[in-house]
């Protein structure tokens, strides 16, 4: 992908659509070009993130645990970026990136950003504006979850969610072929 490119790419990403094209070549200047194989890991869960990624093509999937206890958290593809809190923090990566079909991805690192905030600050508050509509679809979903976890009257756990986590334990237990005892 040549820089010209890079730009009309970036412009089409929530994060960069208000950037100037001055702006936006010199994103296209300091990001760098990967290709990632169905099935390969971009990073795992726990490595140390030092860049964010921005899907050109292909599907990457986002989970947390090791096989077969595999949860999805998100799908990325192509226009979507993920991974950006590598770049404000120095804390490990919260969960697993791979490559769900063969995959081409722009990959920003954290020394380029930095140097491109100092420089065009507007860069940082378009990835926080991003990072804030995530937050807030977050708790929307948590609030769904909570109305259908927790009796609002009793504040007690709902009939439903009561007899899912009952069934969850018989199950296990059946699979792993222990008891189970209640206490009244």
């Known amino acids: 992908m040549i820089v010209i490119e890079r730009i009309l790419f970036l412009k089409k990403i929530s994060i960069f659509s208000s950037l100037s094209s001055y702006e936006l070549r010199k994103i296209a200047e300091v990001v760098s070009e990967e290709d990632f194989a169905a099935g390969e890991i971009l990073f795992s869960e726990g490595d140390f993130g030092d860049c964010m990624y921005l899907v050109i093509e292909g599907k990457i999937s986002i989970f947390t645990g090791k096989p077969p206890?595999?949860?999805?958290?998100a799908g990325f593809e192509k226009g979507n970026f993920f991974g950006e809190m590598g770049l404000y923090d120095d804390k490990p990566r919260a969960a697993s990136a791979m490559?769900?079909?063969?995959?081409k991805v722009l990959v920003l690192r954290k020394g380029e950003f930095c140097?491109?905030?100092?420089?065009?600050p507007m860069v940082a508050l378009g990835i926080m504006k991003e990072l804030n509509n995530r937050i807030r679809a977050t708790n929307k979903?948590?609030?769904?979850?909570?109305?259908?976890?927790?009796?609002?009257?009793?504040r007690l756990y709902s009939r439903d969610y009561f007899i899912d986590c009952m069934k969850n334990q018989l199950n296990r237990a059946r699979n792993d072929k222990t008891l189970v005892s209640f206490l009244m």
């Open 115 to 120: 140097d491109l905030i100092s420089e065009f």
């Open 69 to 73: 206890a595999i949860k999805i958290l």
């Open 141 to 154: 979903k948590l609030h769904i979850i909570e109305k259908n976890v927790v009796d609002s009257s009793s």
């Open 99 to 103: 490559a769900d079909q063969n995959s």
